[in-house]
């Protein structure tokens, strides 16, 4: 996939001016100094796990801001309603039937690019680490791996025994470079919740629409 990490930087910046929020008010939302969020749009700083967590549930949509991609918001009533649990299934649900044909628009073809890892990811347990998944799954060393997500061989030996958490570059280099959503490493509902409404609205509105039909008779049948 292409794009840097300047990208994300960007959408950043981006998301905080057209909410009309001050370096000092995104600060605020997660949980830092000025000073220092205004190095983390420079770069020179990284988010953390838990700084990107604040940063979701402050209202900020974080997978527009890692992705470029974003929905209108129509379909997040519906999925609020949801449990993290479900919301999960749907967007594995979501992923498979967008894998089935050409059910993709043309200009947003390479979210195909990221539908390889996502049901294997997300058909696991709920305590699966995702960088010891993905690199069996690649059958990659970890070398190779630890080189592909930016971070030496002892870092990716504690992310994959869950001894430390990925930063919003680490994240970023792994949806990148496998399409793993970081809304699933983050465990973030909010952030996920965006990511259906941006894959609903992107589909063709047959592919759309055999989706709701699925999530709706899933929905219909858990209130049983």
């Known amino acids: 996939m292409n794009g840097t990490y300047d990208d994300f930087l960007c959408r950043l910046k981006e998301q905080r001016k057209q909410l009309g929020l001050s370096q ?15 190095k983390v749009e420079l770069g020179l700083q990284r988010l953390s796990y838990e700084e990107l967590k604040y940063l979701s549930e402050s209202g900020i949509d ?21 449990t993290y649990a479900e919301i999960c299934s749907y967007l594995g649900i979501i992923y498979a039937v967008l894998s089935l044909g050409n059910n993709i628009e043309k200009k947003f073809s390479k979210v195909s690019e990221e539908m390889l890892y ?26 190779v791996m630890a080189d592909k997500i930016g971070v030496d061989v002892k870092k990716l030996r504690e992310l994959e025994k869950d001894r ?13 470079e496998f399409g793993i959503s970081p809304m699933y490493i983050l465990k973030d ?25 699925i999530v709706s008779s899933l929905a219909e049948g858990n209130k049983e």
Not at 118 to 143: M, V, W
């Open 164 to 176: 430390c958490l990925p930063d919003s570059e680490i994240l970023w280099k792994t949806y990148h």
């Open 62 to 82: 974080i997978y527009y801001i890692f992705t470029g991609y974003r929905g209108s918001g129509k379909y997040v009533d519906f999925f609020e309603r949801k």
């Open 118 to 143: 996502i049901p294997l990811i997300i058909s696991k347990e709920k305590s699966i680490n995702a960088f010891l998944t993905l690199r069996r799954i690649s059958g990659y060393q970890q070398k």
């Open 24 to 38: 000092e008010q995104m600060a605020q939302r997660v949980h830092k100094t000025q000073s220092n969020y205004s």
């Open 189 to 213: 509902k909010e952030g996920i919740i965006h990511e259906v409404d941006a894959l609903l609205e992107i589909s063709e509105k047959k592919c759309t629409e055999k989706i709701l039909e």
